[in-house]
């Protein structure tokens, strides 16, 4: 697996407009498209890229917030079926998720503080590797 960039923060809040309100106003991102997640939130882009996701929390969600406002960072990575063979490998506990719409795969992990680490891998990355598995599959029998 190899990590190619940082690809985004994520801030949750329990009130989304005024977060909204600095990301836009103070520091000069723009509001943009975001995947329907069954969740409310929104995306704030610098340019082309949504740097920052903001997850809002309702009053039921007082303790996922507990631990302050950055609920996970981002890399954009490549190498999906050698990553999950080195979690496994490595005894990492891990979830993964697919992206609605887009179909991107995110690798969910966390370090040794406890802070969320998400991994994201392309649509096409992700169709290659069950592709292989399938073959893998195939050939043992």
Same mark, same amino acid.
């Given at each position: 697996m190899h990590v190619l960039r940082l690809d985004h923060v994520n801030v949750q #809040?329990?009130? !989304? @407009? @005024? #977060?909204?309100d600095f990301y836009v106003d103070v520091i000069g991102l723009r509001v943009g498209e975001r995947p329907p997640f069954g969740f409310p939130g929104l995306w704030l882009y610098d340019d082309q890229v949504p740097v920052i996701h903001v #997850?809002? !929390?309702g009053p039921a969600d007082a303790a996922f917030a507990a631990a302050g406002p950055v609920d996970h960072i981002a890399f954009r990575a490549e190498g999906l079926a050698a990553m999950r063979e080195r979690l496994r490998r490595l005894g990492v506990r891990a979830g993964e998720c697919v992206v609605p719409r887009n179909g991107e795969v995110q690798i969910f992990l966390h370090d040794p503080n406890g802070l969320k680490i998400e991994l994201t891998f392309t649509a096409t990355e992700a169709a290659e590797a069950a592709a292989v598995a399938h073959q893998a599959v195939l050939a043992e029998r």
């Open positions: #809040t329990h009130d !989304l @407009a @005024a #977060t909204r #997850t809002g !929390l």
